[in-house]
């Protein structure tokens, strides 16, 4: 199982970290994902990284803003969050693949294999 957590509230312009742990296991997975979903909104990538090599990928969204990495040691996954506006405000889900990777980033839903429950992120103006 994957749990989320770190949300909060912050205000626009802040900072926050999200991690993702991999309760009762440590990680075997490919790579993890950081996800988010704003009200009324469709769920959406934000960020990737692979377990071995630790290569990351972003959205356009969030580049030069977040930060993926990971601590192999703690099977976590981190998402520091800067520069926050409103519409980063979501419930951020961490999902893990356990396919391979294939040489390339995966950054849709169904390329993942489990899922966390998320953490609410809300960022005021």
């Known amino acids: 199982q994957l749990q989320a957590s770190g949300g909060g509230l912050v205000q626009a312009g802040g900072s926050l970290s999200v991690s993702c742990a991999a309760s009762?296991?440590?990680?075997?997975?490919?790579?993890v994902g950081w996800f988010r979903q704003a009200p009324g909104k469709e769920r959406e990538f934000v960020a990737t990284?692979?377990?071995?090599?630790?290569?990351?990928y972003y959205a356009d969204s969030v580049k030069g803003r977040f930060t993926i990495s990971r601590d192999k040691a703690k099977s976590t996954v981190y998402l520091e969050m800067h520069s926050l506006k409103p519409e980063d405000t979501a419930v951020y889900y961490c999902?893990?693949?356990?396919?391979?990777?294939?040489?390339?980033?995966?950054?849709?839903?169904?390329?993942?294999?489990?899922w966390g429950q998320g953490t609410l992120v809300t960022v005021s103006s």
């Open positions: 990284i692979t377990w071995s090599a630790g290569s990351t």
């Open positions: 009762g296991r440590t990680f075997s997975s490919s790579a």
């Open positions: 999902a893990a693949r356990d396919r391979l990777l294939y040489g390339r980033f995966w950054y849709s839903g169904p390329d993942y294999d489990y």
